[in-house]
């Protein structure tokens, strides 16, 4: 593995906000030539389904990091495409080869242990001799670890790859978990256990950021300008980013270090469009990284100056998932023309997100990064905003005289008789009123909007939940109140009482 790795220089407005926080915990790195089933182990140890896992080789592109849990012990493990090129192969090499070694030269420097994986069923290539020897020079611990040893007849085959020189020999199935808790144990021995029960429940969620948007927009150059490295893979093709890879770094929030997660997603492209199963695989993952995550980066071209059909269905899934957004718009040093005409036109092309900030970036040159840093800190606080019931109560009251609602139905008045919070992520407000039906679709736009400007959300979808309260019941809530009211006093009248004192008492003072 070469050791001299070319620094790529930071910008002063990148150093401060993040920094890597993955190296936290022991890594193991999973290493080997394509379609030995690398993605298959790192699966199986998980004991879930997070790498893309096909028979085509070279599914695997980026390096996808997982934190793991095994015997009380916890671990990174990343999982790194194939190697597909000899040591010192320079002639005839392809893009794709080139940044893969890239990445597994980077997952090898940060790991404690390597797992090589090698095939049992093709047996001993010189490609795994070439990949031994280069991780032999890496001076890291190795074990080998023989694949697809699925009986025993071909648990045999894993004799001829004790030539290879390693003392740590393991002889695995992922498909049947066949030899995994002993390849643990392995892997992980001199680690001391570092998680209790109920650490990870007790343990503070990081933040998590996906960065979502239509395919070559400019979402992996955005990850690695945020992350001040490159640690995803960036080329002019379309769908270069496959698996959803989780990056764990510190965010800085103001004043305030933030344990985060930063996902970076598949281009998402029409459904009709969609072709093989490895591209409608990478879709499930970016529309889970969807659900899954607290805020969303939803990156759009700026130079184009509106947004395409597939923008708008996009952000059409943002909003019925409820998420914080921010629109980050690309590519802006590639803008002609006045810019303040361009954020308008791109503004008017999303009318459904309005509430939503947007920023113009260029992941080129790190332009204005630092309102993007600012952007998602200033949603973060507001996931924590909870608005009191009497506060809001004020507030609907105010709404309510200043646009009386419209009346749509045998001239029924609608009325709002409370409110109450029930949620921050997104803002939700549950409404008593007397007839849902009665309440105007505009009205209801008119009601989220002057609670926007009155509570300052932005960033967040409003969600407003409209409930009848009878009159019956109403009449019950005022007569407790009643009841509460003179139980309270009558307690208090009791407990400012004072006994007369009897008549011996007072001649024992005389």
């Known amino acids: 593995m070469r050791k001299e790795r070319p620094e790529r220089k930071k910008t002063p407005e990148l150093e401060a906000p993040a920094c890597d926080a993955s190296l936290a915990l022991p890594v193991i790195a999973i290493v080997g030539r394509p379609n030995v089933g690398k993605s298959s182990l790192f699966n199986a140890i998980l004991r879930r389904r997070q790498a893309i896992v096909h028979f085509d080789a070279g599914v695997t592109r980026d ?12 671990f990174n493990l990343i999982d790194t495409g194939g190697l597909g090129m000899f040591s010192g192969e320079k002639r005839k090499v392809g893009f794709w080869d080139r940044s893969i070694e890239e990445q597994v030269e980077a997952a090898v420097e940060s790991a404690l242990t390597i797992l090589f994986v090698v095939d049992v069923s093709t047996g001993l290539s010189p490609l795994d001799e070439s990949i031994a020897a280069r991780l032999r020079a890496s001076g890291k611990r190795i074990i080998l670890v023989c694949n697809k040893a699925d009986n025993h ?89 496959r698996d959803a890879v989780d990056i764990q770094f510190t965010l800085r929030c103001g004043d305030e270090d933030v344990s985060a997660v930063l996902v970076d997603t598949a281009g998402l492209r029409k459904r009709s469009k969609i072709d093989g199963a490895v591209e409608r695989y990478s879709m499930m993952r970016a529309e889970e990284a969807l659900e899954q995550c607290d805020i969303v980066l939803f990156v759009i071209e700026a130079q184009i100056g509106s947004s395409t059909a597939q923008d708008k269905t996009i952000s059409r899934m943002i909003i019925e998932s409820g998420k914080g957004c921010v629109i980050v718009a690309n590519k802006w040093d590639a803008c002609e023309g006045k810019k303040k005409e361009l954020i308008e036109g791109l503004r008017e092309s999303l009318p459904k997100m309005f509430y939503a900030p947007m920023v113009p970036v260029s992941a080129k040159t790190g332009y204005n990064f630092r309102e993007l840093f600012e952007a998602i800190a200033e949603l973060r606080a507001q996931m924590s905003v909870k608005i009191s019931t009497s506060v809001l109560n004020k507030v609907v009251s105010d709404a309510q005289k200043k646009n009386l609602p419209p009346v749509v139905n045998a001239g029924k008045l609608f009325r709002i008789y409370y409110g109450t919070m029930v949620g921050n992520c997104p803002p939700c407000f549950s409404l008593f009123v007397n007839d849902p039906k009665l309440c105007a679709e505009n009205y209801k736009v008119y009601l989220e909007n002057y609670f926007r400007k009155a509570f300052a959300f932005t960033g967040f979808p409003i969600r407003l939940y409209f409930k009848a309260r009878r009159r019956e019941e109403l009449s019950e809530i005022l007569q407790r109140k009643e009841k509460f009211k003179r139980d309270r006093d009558k307690a208090k009248r009791a407990k400012s009482f004072k006994p007369a004192r009897p008549e011996e008492d007072l001649e024992d003072d005389f």
Not at 63 to 74: K, N
Not at 178 to 201: Q, W
Not at 210 to 225: D, E, F, M, T, Y
């Open 63 to 74: 390096r996808v990091t997982a934190a793991g849990v095994f015997d009380g012990r916890r």
């Open 153 to 241: 007849e071909a648990e045999q085959g894993t004799l001829e790859f004790h030539s290879l020189g390693f003392d740590r020999v393991h002889a695995v199935s992922c498909l049947h978990r066949i030899g995994i808790d002993s390849l643990m144990l392995d892997a992980l021995e001199g680690v001391a256990p570092n998680t209790a029960a109920g650490d990870a429940e007790n343990a503070p969620r990081p933040l998590r950021i996906a960065v979502l948007g239509r395919p070559n927009v400019g979402k992996s150059s955005i990850v690695n300008r945020v992350l001040g490295e490159d640690r995803v893979i960036v080329s002019d093709v379309a769908g270069t980013t």
